[in-house]
């Protein structure tokens, strides 16, 4: 079994988070997507009933 600082040298994970720091990291990650909105383009096509 690799380390996970292996898997981060290796490009596999993007990040090692320390447990001391977890919460901050994640409270900061949820603050920047809470007013994130995502526009879905319009439908081409519909299903047909078959």
């Given at each position: ?12 994970i ?11 990291r ?5 603050a ?19």
């Amino acid at each position: 079994m690799q380390s996970s600082y292996v898997a981060a040298e290796r490009g596999y994970i993007d990040d090692v988070i320390m447990p001391h720091s977890t919460r901050k990291r994640l409270a900061r990650a949820l603050a920047m997507l809470k007013n994130k909105h995502v526009e879905m383009p319009g439908r081409k096509h519909d299903n047909l009933p078959l």
